[in-house]
């Protein structure tokens, strides 16, 4: 066109400073506070259980950790772990499918249930299943009638881990599950393939990673819950008392090392979590 005088355009620079650029005393100071604060409250703690526990030597350890009621503590632990997930990853599963994939009224209040367990006391759950299945509680009397123990004893214990641990795998299913959408299903059913059939081909596959680390950290709960179970078991030496449970009932007698040794069991099964859970990730991530 006549007359058009084209425009030069001047090229912006921008400056992006990035972490690396910020003066070394800044960069050693935070990384110095931070490894601290581990030090400090992670890898300190964790060393003062393993010296304690040995401190009295190989033989101290051996006999705590294999005493009848130490035993008996180990067992029940890994036998509430065996019940509790999975019939969360079951829940879990089922709420996380039914929330992301479907509308239908009620949904918000499925989610709060789920966040439940997350704003109310591990005691306070305790207490309620007092309230509902001990001898004075609202189902008490028909319990005693038809000779059933819930409070005091195995499903008392199960059901408040199963509570406390209840969010863990729907939590983590629930946000992957509305980042992946329903348009795979949607194909799957619409080629034919049953609502089963889709889920095991389709929806599993794409949640398994998140499925397994839902799994780590209810794992994780089930193995150190206290509160909870601590108002439901009783304390009953050799019956209803868990691992958390033994080793306050040494910890109070003055029985250092062998509370201690009972404690370096759980941190030797917390360190393994950890790593699965960080194995889990890392394959998550190069998937």
């Given at each position: 066109?006549?007359?058009?005088?084209?425009?030069?355009?001047?090229?912006?620079?921008?400056?992006?400073?990035?972490?690396?650029?910020?003066?070394?005393?800044?960069?050693?100071?935070?990384?110095?506070?931070?490894?601290?604060?581990?030090?400090?409250?992670?890898?300190?703690?964790?060393?003062?259980?393993?010296?304690?526990?040995?401190?009295?030597?190989?033989?101290?350890?051996?006999?705590?950790?294999?005493?009848?009621?130490?035993?008996?503590?180990?067992?029940?632990?890994?036998?509430?772990?065996?019940?509790?997930?999975?019939?969360?990853?079951?829940?879990?599963?089922?709420?996380?499918?039914?929330?992301?994939?479907?509308?239908?009224?009620?949904?918000?209040?499925?989610?709060?249930?789920?966040?439940?367990?997350?704003?109310?006391?591990?005691?306070?759950?305790?207490?309620?299943?007092?309230?509902?299945?001990?001898?004075?509680?609202?189902?008490?009397?028909?319990?005693?009638?038809?000779?059933?123990?819930?409070?005091?004893?195995?499903?008392?214990?199960?059901?408040?881990?199963?509570?406390?641990?209840?969010?863990?795998?729907?939590?983590?299913?629930?946000?992957?599950?509305?980042?992946?959408?329903?348009a795979e299903e949607e194909a799957s059913l619409t080629l034919g393939a049953s609502g089963f059939k889709t889920f095991l081909l389709v929806t599993l596959p794409n949640i398994k990673w998140g499925?397994?680390?839902?799994?780590?950290?209810?794992?994780?709960?089930?193995?150190?819950?206290?509160?909870?179970?601590?108002?439901?078991?009783?304390?009953?030496?050799?019956?209803?008392?868990?691992?958390?449970?033994?080793?306050?009932?040494?910890?109070?007698?003055?029985?250092?090392?062998?509370?201690?040794?009972?404690?370096?069991?759980?941190?030797?099964?917390?360190?393994?979590?950890?790593?699965?859970?960080?194995?889990?990730?890392?394959?998550?991530?190069?998937?």
């Amino acid at each position: 066109m006549a007359g058009h005088i084209p425009l030069q355009q001047t090229p912006t620079t921008i400056k992006v400073t990035t972490v690396s650029q910020e003066p070394k005393a800044i960069r050693w100071t935070l990384t110095f506070i931070a490894l601290a604060f581990l030090a400090l409250f992670l890898v300190l703690p964790l060393v003062t259980i393993f010296i304690t526990a040995f401190q009295k030597g190989w033989e101290t350890y051996v006999a705590a950790i294999t005493h009848p009621d130490a035993l008996s503590a180990i067992k029940l632990t890994l036998l509430v772990v065996l019940i509790t997930v999975p019939l969360n990853a079951i829940f879990g599963v089922m709420a996380a499918w039914a929330i992301t994939k479907f509308q239908f009224k009620g949904k918000n209040i499925l989610i709060t249930i789920i966040d439940l367990p997350f704003a109310i006391s591990p005691v306070i759950a305790g207490l309620v299943f007092i309230l509902l299945f001990g001898a004075q509680g609202l189902f008490g009397e028909w319990l005693f009638e038809h000779d059933l123990k819930i409070v005091f004893a195995l499903p008392g214990i199960v059901l408040a881990t199963i509570f406390v641990t209840l969010p863990f795998v729907a939590r983590e299913l629930i946000p992957l599950m509305q980042a992946q959408g329903t348009a795979e299903e949607e194909a799957s059913l619409t080629l034919g393939a049953s609502g089963f059939k889709t889920f095991l081909l389709v929806t599993l596959p794409n949640i398994k990673w998140g499925l397994l680390y839902g799994l780590i950290l209810c794992n994780a709960r089930a193995i150190g819950e206290f509160g909870a179970v601590s108002v439901v078991s009783g304390h009953i030496r050799g019956m209803t008392n868990t691992m958390p449970l033994h080793i306050e009932i040494l910890y109070n007698e003055y029985q250092f090392s062998a509370a201690f040794a009972v404690a370096s069991l759980m941190s030797v099964l917390a360190i393994i979590t950890l790593i699965v859970k960080n194995l889990i990730e890392w394959k998550a991530k190069h998937t």
